[in-house]
C-alpha cells in the first residue's frame, strides 16, 4: 500500500475500514501457543520503514532463535527486505490484490503474526483473515484499525519510527531481548565490480523522494549545485570530488539534467542507477566521502549502512524519522510548524515551504562539521 497512491488510500480508508469492522465482529480473539514455531512479520511496503524495521526483526530472532521468522514483504520494499537480516524466509503479496494474499497467508499457519504497519486498514484486515493463532499490530490515533488484532500497542507520533517497533515487541512479549536492542542493519554481498571503484572522493547527491506530495520532501535544484560548489571548494580530502546524483530508474529524466548543471558549474558529475535493488547502492553509499539526501529511503539505507550521512529533513523530524546510524545528521527546517509529518501523508494545513526554508549554508556547516569530526578530512 503506496502512500503516494491515492487510489490505493481510498480503498484502504472506504473498503478496508467497514469490511474491518464487520468481519472484526465474526472473530474470536486467539492466543498465541506456548512455543512459537512460526512467526510472521509485516511492515509498511515504504523502503524506509523497512529498513527501520530491521533492528526489530533482529530483536525478535534473538527472542526466538529457534524460530521459523516469515518476512511477508511486497514488491515495493522488497529491495529492502533482501538486504535486512533476522528472517528465515521472505512471502511476497499484493495488498490490492485480496484472494491471493489472505490464500497467501493462511497456508503459513503462522502460531502468532505481528503486523508492524502503522496505518494501512487493509494489512490489519489481511491480518485478521490470516488464520494465525494469535495476531498484535499497532493501535493508532484516527486509523480505525485496532479491530483486526487480538492484541494491540500504540503507536506514538512522539517517539522514532525504530522505537515504535521495539514497544510492539516489548509488549507483545513483556519483556526486554536478551543483550539490549539491535540496531537497525544491512547485509550486502561482496559485488564483482565496484562502481566508480578508481575514484578517491566521491560525494552522493540524493535529491529525490517518493510517496505522496514528494516534491514537498525536495530541496531546489540550483541549492544542489550551489552545495556542490561549496564542497568542492573546501580545503581538506574533497580535492576533486565527484558528485554522483542517485536515483531510481524513474529518475532518470531528472537526474540527467542535475548532473548537466553540476558539470556546467565546473564540477565532475555522473548519474548512478543501482542495476540489483540496494546491492551495490549500498556499497557505494558505504564508500562514499559523503552522502546528503532529502529524508527518503536511501537516505536511511546510507545512515544504516554506516557512511557519513546529511539528512536533508524539512516536513519531517529528527526525533520522529531522523537517519539512524553512527555518522549520520539531520538538519532541520528552521522557523515554526515543520517537522510535521507522522505517518507521511499529514501535509494538509502545515507548512509547505520547509524544504525551501533550509539554507545552503546550513546544510554545508553540518557536512563541514560531520567531515571534520568523522576525520575525514
Not at 529492502?80 to 497467501?104: F, H, Y
Not at 540496531?183 to 510517496?211: K, M, N, Q, T, Y
Not at 571548494?233 to 531528472?254: H, I, K, Q, Y
Amino acid at each position: 500500500m503506496r502512500r503516494g497512491s491515492i487510489k490505493n488510500r481510498l480503498l484502504d480508508v472506504w473498503v478496508g475500514t467497514p469490511l474491518l469492522h464487520l468481519l472484526a465482529l465474526l472473530h474470536r480473539r486467539g492466543e498465541a501457543p506456548a512455543q512459537l514455531r512460526r512467526i510472521g512479520v509485516m511492515c509498511s511496503p515504504a523502503l524506509g520503514d523497512t529498513l527501520l524495521f530491521s533492528g526489530a526483526l533482529q530483536d525478535l530472532r534473538a527472542l526466538y532463535p529457534q524460530a521459523e521468522i516469515v518476512h511477508i514483504c511486497m514488491q515495493q520494499n522488497l529491495a529492502a527486505a533482501e538486504i535486512i537480516p533476522g528472517g528465515s524466509r521472505r512471502v511476497v503479496i499484493s495488498l490490492t490484490k485480496p484472494p491471493a494474499t489472505v490464500r497467501a497467508l493462511r497456508a503459513e499457519h503462522f502460531d502468532l503474526l505481528l503486523d508492524f504497519t502503522s496505518w494501512q486498514r487493509l494489512t490489519a484486515l489481511y491480518t485478521l483473515l490470516s488464520g494465525a493463532r494469535s495476531t498484535v499490530g499497532f493501535r493508532t490515533a484516527g486509523m480505525h484499525r485496532a479491530p483486526g488484532y487480538d492484541r494491540t500497542v500504540e503507536h506514538r507520533a512522539d517517539r522514532h519510527e525504530v522505537d515504535n517497533f521495539r514497544a510492539l515487541l516489548r509488549e507483545t512479549f513483556a519483556q526486554d531481548v536478551p543483550g539490549g536492542s539491535h540496531a537497525p542493519a544491512v547485509v550486502v554481498d561482496e559485488i564483482a565490480a565496484l562502481p566508480f571503484a578508481d575514484e578517491r572522493a566521491i560525494v552522493v547527491l540524493h535529491p529525490w523522494a517518493s510517496g505522496q506530495r514528494s516534491w514537498l520532501r525536495e530541496w531546489p535544484a540550483e541549492r544542489w549545485v550551489l552545495l556542490a560548489q561549496r564542497l568542492a571548494e573546501r580545503s581538506g580530502g574533497l580535492a576533486e570530488p565527484l558528485f554522483v546524483v542517485t536515483g531510481a530508474p524513474s529518475d532518470r529524466e531528472r537526474s540527467e539534467p542535475m548532473v548537466e548543471q553540476l558539470r556546467a558549474a565546473g564540477l565532475r558529475a555522473a548519474m548512478f542507477v543501482s542495476p540489483d535493488g540496494f546491492r551495490t547502492l549500498t556499497h557505494l553509499l558505504q564508500r562514499a566521502l559523503l552522502v546528503v539526501s532529502v529524508n527518503t529511503g536511501v537516505m536511511h539505507l546510507a545512515a544504516i549502512a554506516g557512511g557519513r550521512v546529511i539528512a536533508i529533513n524539512g516536513p519531517n523530524r529528527n526525533g520522529r524519522w531522523g537517519p539512524v546510524g553512527p555518522r549520520a545528521v539531520g538538519v532541520e527546517a528552521p522557523g515554526e510548524g515543520c517537522g510535521f509529518l507522522h505517518l507521511g501523508f499529514n501535509f494538509d494545513g502545515n507548512p509547505t515551504d520547509c524544504m525551501e526554508r533550509t539554507s545552503v549554508d546550513r546544510v554545508y556547516a553540518a557536512a563541514d562539521e560531520l567531515l571534520t569530526t568523522t576525520g575525514a578530512a
